[in-house]
């Protein structure tokens, strides 16, 4: 039985209400985030259909790991959302497994992939820097110059990034990104553009940290995406690395679809139609998240949609 999954809402300084496009009830105007699924202990998914409905991925994750094909790993491992970026997130970085590990209490590092979903004229992103060494971007950092040595680039809807962690990153203003990442949440800001939160502060910065985890070799990473026809539907290979795979499908009519792994995450972009699973029929359309279990070997889409699906 697939598990459909309650949306989670954050506020952020730099959100907005562009997410009730996906039918979503927003609780006010500034939501930056919509955390599909997550069992992360910031934002737990909430089950909504079924013998677990109520119950939150973790404790299924905890408690009947065989429905994930007994995956070995202590927590449920990946994360989707939806980020909503009226204005531009703070530049920041993210620690891999082992500086996490040392560093944050055992916790993932994370790497991360984005889909742009929607892109304003002109919009960018920051994603990496030119400075070679911790010094030469310290220094740069010091003299209140550093943003000279950050590469942006102009994003359209349907472009992909792979960000892996160690890589400096910002989504700019009027951005809106589907991202699949580990089930991570820590973040080391280099800048937050002075900005004061509701109750007059700005965020915290973690320079030090952020310094100990850039990677300072200035390349970018390799994606190619690989496109093929499946059953008359369009496929992409966004990315595939150590820590997650992502596939985009585009979906007209019918698709018999063969389960890559014992469970992976489906999120609806666009469109509407069915998941049909041995015969029990659930409506999806642009906004619902689930996942697919091991149990749900005999799944069939109907409808016209667009759909992002991961898997370890
Ligand atoms: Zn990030």
Redesign the pocket.
């Known amino acids: 039985m697939p598990l459909f999954l309650k949306p989670i809402f954050l506020d952020k300084v730099w959100g907005s209400d562009n997410l009730r496009q996906f039918g979503y009830q927003l609780p006010n105007n500034h939501i930056g985030e919509c955390w599909g699924i997550s069992a992360h202990p910031h934002g737990k998914s909430v089950i909504e259909n079924g013998i677990f409905a109520g119950q939150t991925l973790d404790q299924v994750w905890n408690n009947h790991r065989e429905i994930f094909g007994d995956f070995p790993s202590k927590d449920f491992p990946l994360m989707a959302k939806i980020v909503d970026a009226a204005a531009p ?1 703070s530049i ?3 620690p891999d497994d082992s500086y996490a590990y040392e560093h944050e209490e055992g916790q993932y590092g ?1 790497s ?1 992939c984005w889909y742009i979903i929607e892109a304003d004229e002109g919009a960018k992103i920051t994603i990496g820097t030119y400075a070679k060494s911790r010094d030469e971007f310290e220094e740069q950092l010091e003299q209140g110059t550093f943003e000279n040595y950050l590469r942006t680039i102009q994003v359209q809807p349907g472009d992909f990034y792979f ?1 892996p962690a160690g890589t400096i ?3 700019g203003a009027g951005i809106m990104a589907y ?1 699949v ?1 580990q089930s991570s949440d820590i ?1 080391y800001r280099i800048y937050d553009y002075h900005r004061k939160t509701d109750n007059s502060e700005e965020r915290e910065l973690n320079i030090d940290k952020a310094l100990d985890v850039i990677n300072y070799s200035n390349e970018l990473p390799n994606i190619t995406p690989q496109n093929e026809v499946i059953e008359n539907h369009n496929c992409t290979h966004i990315v595939s690395s150590d820590f997650f795979t992502m596939v985009k499908w585009d979906i007209s009519g019918t698709l018999n679809y063969m389960k890559p792994r014992e469970f992976c995450l489906v999120s609806v972009l666009d469109g509407q139609g069915k998941l049909i699973v041995y015969g029990d029929i659930y409506e999806i359309s642009k906004g619902s998240n689930f996942v697919l279990t091991s149990e749900d070997l005999d799944s069939v889409f109907e409808g016209d949609f667009k759909l992002i699906i991961s898997y370890i």
Do not use: F, R, T
């Open positions: 997130l920041h970085v993210h994370k991360e960000i990153h910002s989504i991202e990442m973040s």
